[in-house]
């Protein structure tokens, strides 16, 4: 089995260009590549990029790096109440946000990954959320259209991989990072120790290396 490409949190950071759609795991940082994404944010060409996301990160941490950074003209999350930053620049009209029901936008990735038109859900109806979108009735009961969310790249953490780019992770870290893995063209995992291919076994790799571009070995950053 060939080995997959490994890099540094810098080279990964060069894959991301202006206007790309970028998916970043984590809840509330758990789970998210926080050495890629201070690479990110320290480079000045990148701008005008629609993040998927959980939540905003917190004020300059994660996501919230690029947020400060100005980097971020989209924003597609759960929640952002945890960075004011990301308030501040909606009311100030430098970000445009879109904030889903969590359990939706998990699966609206799923979708996308798993090559779907979209998923029928019930979550939102009679609400704002429900605004802009196609109903659909089925058996006497409205349901949301709500479409795929797909990514240029994904930057997701995990806890150790092997050679082949079979990802395992730690608890709770894995979150939005195996649906995410599946929904990106590119897609770069920030790892904290990498072992021989075979080492994990089967049944614990949680996304298999057929999703995996790239890896980053954090100690390398």
Same mark, same amino acid.
């Given at each position: 089995?060939?080995?997959?490409?490994?890099?540094?949190?810098?080279?990964?950071?060069?894959?991301?260009?202006?206007?790309?759609?970028?998916?970043?795991?984590?809840?509330?940082?758990?789970? @998210?590549?926080?050495?890629?994404?201070?690479?990110?944010?320290?480079?000045?060409?990148?701008?005008?990029?629609?993040? $998927?996301?959980?939540?905003?990160?917190?004020?300059?941490?994660?996501?919230?790096?690029?947020?400060?950074?100005?980097?971020?003209?989209?924003?597609?999350?759960?929640?952002?109440?945890?960075?004011?930053?990301?308030?501040?620049?909606?009311?100030?009209?430098?970000?445009?946000? $879109?904030?889903?029901?969590?359990?939706?936008?998990?699966?609206?990735?799923?979708?996308?990954?798993?090559?779907?038109?979209?998923?029928?859900?019930?979550?939102?109806?009679? @609400?704002?959320?429900?605004?802009?979108?196609?109903?659909?009735?089925?058996?006497?009961?409205?349901?949301?259209?709500?479409?795929?969310?797909?990514?240029?790249?994904?930057?997701?953490?995990?806890?150790?991989?092997?050679?082949?780019?079979?990802?395992?992770?730690?608890?709770?870290?894995?979150?939005?990072?195996?649906?995410?893995?599946?929904?990106?063209?590119?897609? $770069?995992?920030?790892?904290?120790?990498?072992?021989?291919?075979?080492?994990?076994?089967?049944?614990?790799?949680?996304?298999?290396?057929?999703?995996?571009?790239?890896?980053?070995?954090?100690?390398?950053?």
């Amino acid at each position: 089995m060939a080995k997959v490409k490994q890099i540094t949190a810098k080279e990964a950071a060069a894959l991301v260009k202006s206007d790309m759609t970028v998916m970043i795991g984590g809840f509330m940082t758990n789970g @998210t590549p926080l050495t890629i994404t201070e690479e990110i944010a320290k480079r000045d060409d990148v701008k005008d990029l629609t993040v $998927v996301c959980n939540d905003a990160g917190f004020q300059g941490v994660g996501t919230g790096a690029l947020l400060a950074k100005g980097q971020i003209k989209k924003l597609i999350a759960t929640h952002v109440g945890l960075n004011k930053e990301c308030g501040q620049k909606y009311s100030a009209g430098e970000l445009d946000l $879109v904030l889903q029901p969590q359990g939706t936008l998990a699966e609206q990735i799923r979708a996308a990954g798993a090559g779907l038109g979209g998923i029928l859900t019930p979550t939102g109806i009679g @609400t704002t959320v429900a605004e802009g979108k196609q109903v659909v009735n089925v058996d006497g009961q409205d349901y949301l259209l709500e479409k795929p969310v797909h990514g240029d790249i994904a930057f997701i953490q995990g806890f150790v991989a092997d050679e082949s780019g079979n990802i395992r992770y730690k608890g709770s870290t894995r979150n939005f990072g195996y649906l995410m893995a599946s929904a990106a063209d590119t897609v $770069v995992v920030e790892v904290e120790k990498i072992v021989p291919a075979g080492e994990i076994g089967p049944e614990y790799v949680e996304t298999p290396y057929v999703f995996v571009d790239y890896i980053v070995l954090k100690e390398e950053a």
